[in-house]
């Protein structure tokens, strides 16, 4: 819509130089044939200008920027994605050989940034055996980081450095932050306010996170608001108060008690982030796991060019980078249900390294498993899993 504003006051310069000359040379009955025409050409820039609009990718993702103070809506965020991912569990009949490599999975080291060290699977040692589960990162691992993002930004990387590392081939553009913006607050009462206020009232990342890390979030949600406009997220006003459907937002806030977040709002005025003229999908999760995920791999649809896979050794600093859980084998193979485990195999996976579909070879047949049904069977958040021995 930004873009539609720049077109129409350059196309009114141009209107009022060329109407000076055109005065002069034209009889009293030209003026309404110009204007008329005038009319038809701005009305052919604005039915382009809407459709290209309209083509733009509409994922049916749920952005959230609570990273620290809420937890819990990350978990919303990935059921919702989860959701629309196929159905969970469906079983294979008889057991095809499988062949998978006999190394040992690599015992959980912290730092498994590259997708190849992520293990394919194995042959199962004995019925005693005990396996250990290990999942890395949380929720769905498209865009960026915001683990990865807090620990580059205490590594003092800058965040424009940081968001061209998550979002590929972005351009960062600026706007007016004195725009109006629709805001459907938490009573319920559509409000129009200007960007800028509307930002000093989020309510994302606390006071004492990195300046940089505020930065990137600023960004990022405020190229957020004019992406939900372009892709009609909401009818009759931009952006709600909710951080599971778009940003966590709060009209009451005491915007005096959170200086670095004004700071930074200020720091970054008008700045976002866009892909071919347009405000681009500024997908984000609470951990990738040490690798992000190219968007189709994780919701299907069309590639989208901003949002590819990178490997990311930062976020593995956090202590909540990676989950345990350990099972025996006759545990495991009692919740699977094909007899006796003889083989698991996790080598189906996205680039990113999330599982697709791990598969359970037993005694008496096979098993296929989403990687969203194996997360679950864990409580793991994301189905970037390995496992070793004990
Ligand atoms: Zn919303
Ligand atoms: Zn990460």
Same mark, same amino acid.
């Given at each position: ?6 077109l ?6 141009l209107?009022s ?48 920027w609570?990273?620290?103070?809420n937890?819990a ?6 059921a ?8 969970? #569990?469906?079983? =294979?009949?008889?057991s095809? %050989? @499988? ?5 040992t999975?690599? &015992? $959980? ?6 997708v ?11 019925p005693n ?23 580059r ?6 965040y ?31 409000r ?19 300046m940089?890390?505020?930065?990137? #979030?600023?960004? =990022?949600?405020?190229?957020? %608001? @004019?992406?939900c406009?372009?892709?009609n997220?909401? &009818? $009759? ?19 005096a ?26 997908a ?9 995920d190219?968007?189709?791999?994780v ?18 600093q ?5 989950a ?8 495991l ?10 083989l ?30 194996l ?16």
């Amino acid at each position: 819509m930004f873009q539609l504003q720049q077109l129409k006051i350059s196309f009114e310069n141009l209107a009022s130089d060329a109407w000076a000359k055109i005065r002069k040379l034209l009889p009293i009955w030209g003026f309404p044939a110009i204007l008329i025409s005038l009319g038809l050409i701005f009305l052919v820039i604005q039915v382009a200008v809407t459709a290209g609009g309209a083509s733009k990718p509409a994922k049916a993702y749920k952005p959230e920027w609570n990273r620290t103070a809420n937890e819990a809506a990350g978990d919303t965020e990935q059921a919702v994605q989860a959701a629309a991912q196929p159905a969970a #569990l469906s079983s =294979a009949s008889s057991s095809a %050989v @499988l062949t998978i490599p006999t190394t040992t999975p690599v &015992q $959980g080291s912290t730092a498994v940034d590259s997708v190849a060290s992520l293990s394919p699977g194995s042959a199962v040692p004995g019925p005693n055996a005990v396996f250990v589960f290990k999942c890395y990162g949380r929720a769905h691992g498209v865009g960026m980081c915001m683990d990865g993002v807090h620990y580059r930004a205490e590594a003092g990387q800058d965040y424009h450095q940081i968001l061209n590392y998550y979002y590929t081939g972005i351009t960062l553009s600026k706007i007016d932050d004195s725009m109006p913006v629709k805001v459907k607050g938490h009573d319920g009462a559509v409000r129009t306010m200007s960007m800028h206020d509307y930002l000093m009232k989020l309510q994302e990342e606390p006071n004492d996170s990195p300046m940089e890390e505020l930065k990137c #979030l600023y960004v =990022a949600a405020r190229t957020y %608001v @004019l992406s939900c406009r372009v892709r009609n997220k909401h &009818q $009759g006003y931009d952006v709600c108060s909710s951080g599971d459907c778009c940003q966590a937002f709060d009209e009451n806030k005491s915007v005096a008690n959170y200086p670095n977040n004004n700071a930074a709002v200020e720091a970054t005025a008008g700045e976002i982030m866009t892909s071919e003229g347009q405000p681009i999908i500024a997908a984000y999760c609470g951990s990738c796991g040490g690798h992000t995920d190219n968007n189709e791999d994780v919701w299907g649809g069309s590639p989208i060019s901003y949002l590819r896979g990178k490997p990311d050794s930062y976020c593995a600093q956090s202590p909540r980078f990676v989950a345990t859980k350990e099972i025996s084998t006759g545990d495991l193979s009692g919740r699977v249900g094909v007899g006796e485990l003889k083989l698991v195999d996790l080598s189906d996976r996205t680039p990113g390294g999330r599982v697709r579909t791990a598969k359970f070879v037993g005694s008496s047949g096979t098993k296929n498993m989403t990687g969203k049904a194996l997360a679950e069977m864990f409580g793991f958040r994301t189905p970037r899993i390995e496992y070793s021995f004990r």
